[in-house]
Nanobody
Framework: QSEVEESGGGLVQPGGSLKLSCVVSGARLQYRHIAWFRQAPGKEREILAYISNGARTIYADSVKGRFTISRDTNERIVYLQMDFLKPEDTAVYYC????????????????????WGRGTQVTVSS
């Protein structure tokens, strides 16, 4: 059974950077697609970035050019590098995984993700 666990959240000033980590256990990254989501208070959960089992990356328009998803297959870690952070990026950030048989075109279908972490809080404030 694959599991994921996030870390790296914290308080950062506007314009700053933060790097989140998602440790994947129980499965090799070559067999799972991984995505980062976030949910701010009073708002719906939003998908941010996706990396396929073949290392293809896709980004939501809201973070394109500011966030970068990457992975270390040996360590089974997926990263989310967040730059030029804004106060509206404040949210709980989640890592999730789904089986690698799903097409990349379905990257943003939340229901396909069957493993979720507990989340890590990111607060952007001066």
């Amino acid at each position: 059974q694959s599991e994921v666990e996030e870390s790296g959240g914290g308080l950062v000033q506007p314009g700053g950077s933060l790097k989140l980590s998602c440790v994947v256990s129980g499965a090799r990254l070559q067999y799972r697609h991984i995505a980062w989501f976030r949910q701010a208070p009073g708002k719906e959960r939003e998908i941010l970035a996706y990396i396929s089992n073949g290392a293809r990356t896709i980004y939501a328009d809201s973070v394109k050019g500011r966030f970068t998803i990457s992975r270390d297959t040996n360590e089974r870690i997926v990263y989310l590098q967040m730059d030029f952070l804004k106060p509206e990026d404040t949210a709980v950030y989640y890592c999730a995984s789904k089986p690698g048989y799903w097409a990349d075109s379905r990257w943003d279908v939340t229901e396909h993700y069957d493993n979720w972490g507990r989340g890590t809080q990111v607060t952007v404030s001066s």
